[in-house]
């Protein structure tokens, strides 16, 4: 029997269970691609500075908000925090096509079969 090596995972949603199994890859020294929903509207701090629905910086706001709260956390389910270089965030529009580059995807995004459905739709294409 083979053994199968896993070097670099997706993680789709990246509320507290997503933000939570991406540190714990990286925990074990997985490269980690953790993805979230692009924003719908703009927050007020990104209003102030002029940024537009189409900066990267607006379309990655969820998905890296998710991961900073999941380091700041006590206990932190980091157990260094060198470890989280080896989580690279982004969205499900932009880097979506980055999954065909991992070993194993991991879905976790809210429990609606709807958006799952439309989740593993997009997944599949890649």
Known sequence: ?????IKKIAVIGSGI???GIACHFANIGVEVLLLDIVPRELNDAEKAKGLTLEHKIVRNRLVNDALTKALKSKPSPIYHQKFANRITTGNLE????KVKDVDWIIEVVVERLDIKKKVFENLEKH
Do not use: L, V
């Open 1 to 5: 029997m083979s053994k199968r090596i």
């Open 17 to 19: 269970m997503g933000s």
């Open 94 to 97: 932009d880097d979506i096509a």
